[in-house]
Nanobody, 134 residues
Framework: QVQLMESGGGSVQAGGSLRLACRASDYTYLYNINLMAWFRQAPGKEREAVAA????????????QFADSVKDRFTISQDNPKSTVYLQMNSLKPEDTAMYYC?????????????????????WGQGTQVTVSS
């Protein structure tokens, strides 16, 4: 089971930017066809999917998904030699405040189906807090 570790959270004012990083313990993980995703959970709310990336392929031809609430503000990318997936968050809003979690699973036959369902993921990081003030 791959282990995931997030970093990059912090406090920022509305309109600002943050870049989160998720490093996988297995250096080969991002070279293989897996699905890595970012979720977030605010106090009193359910965990929701933010973005995901299909690793091991050329993402210039696709291979990413975003929640409607973050489209055009967030981007997701991978750096294979660093075994790291990044979530670049721009134009942050107070409603983006949450604990952000990295998750992963094999891409497998199910592919992108249920990409936004937390229970479909087999590995999770500990989370990193993002706080956006107005």
């Amino acid at each position: 089971q791959v282990q995931l570790m997030e970093s990059g959270g912090g406090s920022v004012q509305a309109g600002g930017s943050l870049r989160l990083a998720c490093r996988a313990s297995d250096y080969t993980y991002l070279y293989n066809i897996n699905l890595m995703a970012w979720f977030r959970q605010a106090p009193g709310k359910e965990r929701e999917a933010v973005a995901a990336i299909e690793t091991g392929i050329d993402t210039s031809s696709g291979g990413t998904q975003f929640a409607d609430s973050v489209k055009d503000r967030f981007t997701i990318s991978q750096d294979n030699p660093k075994s790291t997936v990044y979530l670049q968050m721009n134009s942050l809003k107070p409603e983006d405040t949450a604990m952000y979690y990295c998750a992963s699973r094999a891409f497998g036959p199910s592919g992108w189906s249920d990409w936004s369902t937390p229970s479909r993921y087999t590995s999770w990081g500990q989370g990193t807090q993002v706080t956006v003030s107005s």
